[in-house]
Antibody
Framework: EVQILESGGDLVQPGGSLRLSCTVSGVALTTYGMSWVRQAPGKGLEWVSIISAGGSRTYYADSVKGRFTISRDNSKSTVLLQMNSLRGEDTAVYFC?????????????WGQGMLVIVSS | EIVMTQSPATLSVSPGERATLSCRTSQNVNNNLAWYQQKPGQAPRLLIYDASTRATGVPVRFSGSGSGTEFTLTISSLQSEDFAIYYCQQYNNWPWWPFGQGTKVDLK
C-alpha cells in the first residue's frame, strides 16, 4: 500500500522561508514523478510543482516560479519543497501527490496535507 | 496555458438521483483528464483517469466520458457518502497540470 507522509508545515512570517518534506513508502519512488498541490482556506485545488522520476525535469506554477524549488532524494524516498520569499497568499494546505508515470500524468496517491500559514 | 471550467458550481441532488458534472478545457487534452473527489478535511481521492477509467476501488456508479475539450462525470445513483467536491484535472498539455474550480455536490 502506498503511503505518503508530509511534514514541515508551520507558521512563518511574510518574506520568510520554509521547507516541506514528503516521504513515500510502499512503492519504488524511482519510477514515479511527484507533485505538490495546495489549497488555500475555502478555495479549490491549485497545482504548485512537479518533478520527474529522476529529478531532471521540474516545473512550477507561475504563482510560485522563482520562489519555490522542488527536489527529491530517491535514496530516502523523499520529496522536498523549498519555499522562499513567502507571501500571505501562500497560506494553504499543501498536499504531496504521486504521479502515475515517470513525470506527467494523473495523481493517484495523496498525502493528508499540512498547513502552512504565512502571517506576521 | 489551459483553462479548466467546471459546471455547475453547486449541484443539489437527492439520494438515489443521478448527478451529472461537466468539465470543459480551453484546449484539446485528448482523453488525458482525471476526476478527483474531496470531502471536508480530507485529501483528494482519484476517481477517474484517462477520462473514463475508474481508479481502484471506485464504485461502478461513478463513470466518466468525453474527449477533446468536453468531459462529464456521472454518478448514477447518489449515495450519502458521495456528497463532496469534485475536481477535474488535465495532464495532456504540459507544463501545466491545472484543476477546475470544482463542483460541490450537496443535499437537495
Amino acid at each position: 500500500e502506498v503511503q505518503i507522509l508530509e511534514s514541515g508545515g508551520d507558521l512563518v512570517q511574510p518574506g520568510g522561508s520554509l521547507r516541506l518534506s514528503c516521504t513515500v513508502s510502499g512503492v519504488a519512488l524511482t519510477t514515479y514523478g511527484m507533485s505538490w498541490v495546495r489549497q488555500a482556506p475555502g478555495k479549490g485545488l491549485e497545482w504548485v510543482s512537479i518533478i520527474s522520476a529522476g529529478g531532471s525535469r521540474t516545473y512550477y506554477a507561475d504563482s510560485v516560479k522563482g520562489r519555490f524549488t522542488i527536489s527529491r532524494d530517491n535514496s530516502k524516498s523523499t520529496v522536498l519543497l523549498q519555499m522562499n520569499s513567502l507571501r500571505g497568499e501562500d497560506t494553504a494546505v499543501y498536499f504531496c501527490a504521486k504521479v502515475n508515470d515517470r513525470w506527467s500524468g494523473y495523481f493517484d496517491h495523496w498525502g493528508q496535507g499540512m498547513l502552512v500559514i504565512v502571517s506576521s | 496555458e489551459i483553462v479548466m471550467t467546471q459546471s455547475p458550481a453547486t449541484l443539489s441532488v437527492s439520494p438515489g438521483e443521478r448527478a451529472t458534472l461537466s468539465c470543459r478545457t480551453s484546449q484539446n487534452v485528448n482523453n488525458n483528464l482525471a476526476w478527483y473527489q474531496q470531502k471536508p478535511g480530507q485529501a483528494p481521492r482519484l476517481l477517474i483517469y484517462d477520462a473514463s477509467t475508474r481508479a481502484t476501488g471506485v464504485p461502478v456508479r461513478f463513470s466518466g466520458s468525453g474527449s477533446g475539450t468536453e468531459f462529464t462525470l456521472t454518478i448514477s445513483s447518489l449515495q450519502s457518502e458521495d456528497f463532496a467536491i469534485y475536481y477535474c484535472q488535465q495532464y495532456n498539455n504540459w507544463p501545466w497540470w491545472p484543476f477546475g474550480q470544482g463542483t460541490k455536490v450537496d443535499l437537495k
